[in-house]
């Protein structure tokens, strides 16, 4: 037998001596209170709720921070994704002449990696590898998107190259450094287990192994290249260039750029200091060496052993300055090849993979896989190509 009062616990009868006791409630001030009516009546009051306060419905959790509509942080703290399209599970041909299928390379998470090859690859020489990391802020994208799909094609059938393109952890869920620890790991993955997947391997050269990203992706690039330098994966596996397109990089001293920012920009400054709320951790400023790796709390490079890295900024684009900072800071005592293009946005490549502008940007890359695909030297240099138009 048990007590039972609404809004209250459950209380045995054995609390009370007796086993009837009158009880009435009193509503005092908008409160109920619970009250004994005979004071004879022993009754073990201490183990009952005297104080009754009337639930509420909980409010409706409402938008905080919103991300290009693709993800919203709920005030309650919760996320909200839109779905992304189906995973293939099966090799599937494009029309550009290369074969893709996704395997799982980190199951805890359930992250995949999506692999390119190109058709003519089966038969012929083995060809370079490109791990490709995609952009979003930290915050959104994934392999399975139309434009980072495309562009893993096209990279696949241009350079040519095996191209790998990884999936990683998403901020606010998983928080910087999540991500560029799921770069480091996607490496000792492909040292690991790559090669003895024989649709890789056929084709494959894991001694001509390239990092590339864009944006976020490029962050992850370079914390990739200090993370193993020339050697740190091996002789099997060997890093011989990282390819930084448009890198993402934050600070607390303001740029000129971002000072100067117009708000019909693709990338504003409103928008960097969005994902950094987002995907830094609590307490963390924008010179978090994560995501600022040039600026006052960044480790010093210079003892780093690093291969050849390719900078690409984009003139009009908000990030051009700290891009272009990161890469005279790179310039002691490393391979550094720094090259701005001009009239074009942040994310040009990603957002429109087949224009006249991706296909110039895919011509620099190549040049910098077939230079570099045995460790050649190349000296700091700052480029600015102007559009054949302008």
């Not at 005030?75 to 041909?93: H, L, N, Y």
């Not at 969005?274 to 400023?285: D, E, F, M, Q, S």
């Amino acid at each position: 037998m048990y007590w039972y009062l609404p809004n209250t616990e459950i209380y045995p009868a054995r609390t009370c001596i007796y086993r009837f006791c009158i009880l009435f409630v009193v509503k005092t001030n908008n409160k109920l209170y619970l009250h004994r009516i005979f004071s004879h009546l022993p009754f073990h009051a201490s183990r009952v709720k005297r104080r009754i306060t009337m639930s509420s419905p909980a409010p409706e959790p409402y938008v905080v921070e919103d991300c290009r509509g693709v993800m919203q942080l709920m005030s309650d703290g919760t996320v909200r994704r839109s779905a992304d399209p189906p995973v293939a599970a099966e090799i599937t041909a494009d029309d550009c002449g290369v074969e893709w299928k996704d395997v799982t390379w980190e199951p805890e998470h359930g992250l995949n990696v999506r692999l390119y090859r190109p058709l003519r690859a089966a038969n012929d020489a083995r060809i370079p590898v490109v791990a490709y990391f995609h952009g979003g802020g930290f915050c959104i994208g994934s392999g399975r998107w139309s434009s980072f799909h495309s562009c893993c094609l096209r990279l696949a059938a241009e350079l040519p190259a095996v191209v790998l393109s990884f999936y990683y952890r998403l901020a606010p869920e998983h928080r910087i450094p999540a991500a560029q620890e799921d770069g480091a790991k996607a490496m000792s993955w492909l040292r690991a287990t790559a090669a003895a997947d024989p649709w890789l391997a056929n084709a494959a050269d894991f001694a001509r192994v390239f990092v590339a990203g864009d944006s976020a992706g490029g962050n992850i690039a370079h914390h990739v290249a200090t993370a193993f330098g020339k050697t740190g994966l091996g002789p099997a596996v060997r890093l011989r260039g990282h390819v930084l397109l448009m890198p993402a990089m934050a600070g607390e001293a303001r740029t000129r750029a971002e000072l100067e920012c117009p708000p019909g920009a693709y990338l504003t400054t409103e928008t960097c200091d969005k994902y950094c709320r987002l995907a830094l951790p609590g307490g963390a400023t924008r010179d978090h060496p994560a995501i600022n790796p040039a600026g006052p709390e960044a480790p010093g490079l210079e003892a780093v052993e690093m291969p050849p890295v390719l900078v690409v900024a984009a003139e009009r684009d908000v990030l051009r300055e700290r891009n272009a900072a990161y890469a005279r800071r790179m310039e002691w005592g490393k391979d550094e090849e720094y090259v701005e293009l001009a009239g074009v946005e942040h994310g040009f490549f990603s957002r429109d993979p087949w224009s006249e502008r991706a296909d110039e940007l895919l011509r620099l890359v190549r040049r910098f896989v077939v230079e570099h695909h045995d460790c050649l030297h190349l000296r700091f240099t700052v480029v600015l190509l102007h559009h054949s138009e302008q």
